[in-house]
């Protein structure tokens, strides 16, 4: 007879991407909380860090009637807490902790720290103080919440997201060992580093030694946190297999469950009607912009292509996007005329006042601007990796040129100044979708585009590309919606070249054609909701609650 599974009664999550919004983890924190307010009902709180001052988070309700005897209480034990809702679907409860007051105590927390679990704090620099003292400060919160307002005999578990909530996971393993605890890893501190420092990551991994690595990449803190949370957690989790195995090897313990990050459609107008609408007002902006800025008229049969994510260029595979359009310039193949956006946020300095003017007037124009190449001035504009590139290239989207490549810097927030719509407003009026990544954990950005019907390009390095070609059963083709690059450390010009053909493939479809691979695309994210991958967390809370009965029992 198989076992019941233990359910928690409470569940504490923290990140520092609780109504902050930073990158993928906001994505899997904010679209998951729903499905677990339908079964928890406000017992599932998530905490992250409170540094609004001058403004308030756009994510979050500020309500002081909510758990109001503990906030009480709280205050008198000096902590300073502000508590509400998420402003995301489900509005779960948000506990915003204001982290400053720790860091005159950060040497003791961290002699604490060496003392109890081995973390080397010594190297610590950057944004590990302020993580820590948040993720102290996290802990604090349901050390003070569960002595005042939970029972013995309720099933609690801490949920930590990324080595920045791992101290806070080690305080409570020593204080309230009645508490299951969770640690996720969303990617290796050490993995991304050796990555993002052009070293191969893939064909060495397992020569790859992570205290050694961390001595060299100068991230001993960071990797010495990760490591021995990985190892003192009840429950070790990864979002991905290619990151399970980075965690066997960089951080010598494998993870317990593999937790694959999902999705919550509701984003996703509801009715054909709404999308259609939709999906033109966003191509009606982007060849706007386009012919704002290019100074050429652009018709409805242009192809809209983007990338987007995080800034990271070799990482995210940037670089092979912006190779793949230079080649796609001299394709006979190609049938259409294509504008490629890439956008990710980079050091923006302010919207082009030029541009501006041109959207405001309503007109079409005949001319470019100059450098008709990017929608915003950068701070740094001679040494951004993304027109460096262009530049080396002379892609300077001249009018001859059937490929036209703009740089789109900023958070798609809908306050940006010259689209001025949400990113997923505009993701829904591209073609075709774009994430050659070398290094991803996960993939957030392919999973949105293909519930927005959008077909998409992607890799095997990304987690979400191998869990595509294990639905399909085979390698993805355009066809099933989702195309997987097969990508090693070393083929980038190969990977390149599959783009630029695809790209070209997809140019020649016919209208039928292309409504199978949207199909198709929109039948793949139905595969990867939340109410599926939820599955894999319930797992992972039985695992932990069931370590710490065992703990307490001793």
Known sequence: MAKERFTPDYIFESSWEVCNKVGGIYTVLSTRAQTLQKVLKDKIIFIGPDFWKEQESPYFKEDSSLLAEWQWQAKEQGLKVRVGRWTVPGEPIAILVDFNPYFEKKNEIYGWLWEHYQVDSLHAYGDYDEASMFSYAAALVVESFYNHSLKPE???????????????????????????????????????????????LYDYLFAYNGDQMAGELNMQSKHSIEKQTAHYADCFT???????????????????????????????????????????????????????LLGEELDDDTLLISTSGRYEFRNKGIDVFVEAMNRLLRDRDLKKKVVAFIEVPGWVGEPRKDLQERLASGQKFDTPLDVPQVTHWLHNMSHDNVLSMLKYYDMH???????????????????????????????????????????????????????????????????????????????????DGVKVIHRTDYNYSEVADNIKDTVAEF????????????????????????????????????????????????
């Open 154 to 200: 309720q099933k609690v578990i801490y949920h930590a997201n990324e080595w920045m909530c791992g101290l806070g996971l080690l305080y409570l393993n020593n204080k309230l060992p009645q508490i299951g605890t969770v640690f996720t890893t969303h990617a290796t501190s050490i993995g991304r580093s050796i990555a993002g420092n052009q070293k191969p």
């Open 238 to 292: 990864t979002v991905s297999d290619i990151t399970a195995k980075e965690c066997v090897e960089l951080l010598d313990k494998p993870v317990d469950v593999v937790l694959p990050n999902g999705f919550d459609n509701s984003f996703v107008p509801s009715t054909a009607q709404a999308f259609a609408r939709k999906r033109k007002a966003a191509r009606q902006k982007m060849l706007q912009v386009a012919n704002a």
């Open 397 to 479: 989207n001249r009018k001859d040129e059937n490929v036209k490549v703009i740089f789109l810097p900023c958070y798609l927030d809908g306050n940006d100044g010259i689209v001025n719509m949400t990113y997923y407003d505009v993701v829904l009026g591209n073609d075709l979708c774009i994430y050659p990544s070398y290094y991803e954990p996960w993939g957030y950005t392919p999973l949105e585009a293909i519930a927005f019907k959008v077909p998409c390009i992607t890799t095997d390095l990304a987690g979400f590309g191998l869990w595509a070609n294990t639905v399909f059963g085979h390698d993805g083709q355009l066809e």
């Open 507 to 554: 140019s020649n479809m016919t209208k039928k054609q292309i409504e199978t691979c949207r199909k198709n695309a929109e039948a793949l994210s139905e595969k990867a909701l939340w109410t599926h991958f939820i599955e894999y967390y319930y797992e992972a809370y039985d695992i932990a609650l069931r370590k710490a009965q065992d703990r307490m029992e001793k």
